[in-house]
């Protein structure tokens, strides 16, 4: 790894993570019709940030995040609480975030090249 | 479970192949609104698709290999009872002159094909921007 720098497996971490719930909301978008379906979450927020907060870089390595059942969102009359909407809005946020990722990770990688040139 | 390079592309796919399978049946309810049978026997009854989520929790709890997308269950025949109309001359009539068609509301096939339609855009709009992740990932090794 490039010394105390952990820039690059912060990022790809987070790619990582994202691609992750990309398949939560495509899970949840294929069950918008199954009954009794409650929509499921991916939870990584508290523990990605006491990870990078305890500097402990070699369990964020293995972190993947949890499943959670969301029940607050409230069920319609088949038992199912999957809003098409609000997934799509979480689709498009998901998305962005990825970019943003990506291209931070992109840049990095170009500073570490121009800096071996 | 075999390496993805589209995330998600699996259980998109499945989406997508439940909401086809639903729309397939709506239309083969319409197109056997009309239908009868000699006497009324074996008359087509209305079919219903029932959609069941793949969950493999139990085994793994690893994300990758616990979330298996939607399949379709089972197409259910509905036990609702076909309307009777009095029509003599057609020769599927029962002896009293009452013939039996299946229960079947335009209405309510219409409505299934919309929301069948909508979940099957929405599928396709993550399938779309999954391919873009993936995409944009490759992009990485990428010169520049």
Redesign the interface.
């Known amino acids: 790894m490039l010394g105390e720098d952990h820039t690059v497996s912060l990022l790809s971490k987070m ?1 990582e993570l ?3 719930r ?6 949840n ?7 009794g ?1 409650i929509r ?1 979450e ?1 939870d990584f927020k508290d523990e990605l940030s006491k990870l990078i907060k305890d500097g402990d870089f070699e369990s964020l390595k293995q972190m ?2 949890k ?1 959670i059942l969301d029940k607050e969102n409230v069920a319609g009359n088949d038992g199912n609480n999957v809003h ?1 909407s609000s ?2 809005n979480e ?2 946020q998901n ?1 962005i975030l ?2 943003l990722t ?1 291209k931070a ?2 840049t990095k ?2 500073i570490i090249k121009s800096a071996i040139k | 479970m075999s390496y993805e390079l589209i ?2 592309a699996r ?2 796919s ?2 997508l192949n ?2 086809r399978m ?1 729309m397939e049946v709506a239309a083969n309810n319409i197109a056997n609104a009309q239908s009868t049978s000699p006497n009324g026997e074996n008359l087509y009854r209305r079919k219903q698709v ?4 793949v969950l493999k ?1 139990k085994f793994n ?4 290999s ?5 399949k379709v269950a089972e197409i259910n025949s509905s036990n609702r009872e076909p309307i009777e109309i009095y029509n003599p001359s057609h020769p599927h009539a029962s002896e009293n002159g009452m013939l039996k068609k299946p229960d079947i509301s335009p209405l309510e096939e219409m409505v299934d094909m919309m ?2 339609t ?2 099957y855009e ?2 396709l ?3 779309k ?2 391919k ?2 993936a995409e ?2 490759i ?2 090794g990428g010169m ?1």
């Open positions: 790619m994202s691609t992750s990309q398949k939560v909301i495509a899970n978008l294929a069950n918008a019709n199954t009954p379906y499921r991916l993947d995040g499943l098409v997934e799509m689709m498009s998305g990825f970019s990506q990770l992109k990688m170009n | 995330p998600a259980i998109s499945s989406g439940a909401e639903r029932v959609f069941e989520s929790d709890r690893s994300i990758n616990s979330l298996g997308g939607v929301t069948a909508r979940a929405a599928n709009a993550i399938m921007q999954s873009k992740m944009k990932t992009s990485l520049g």
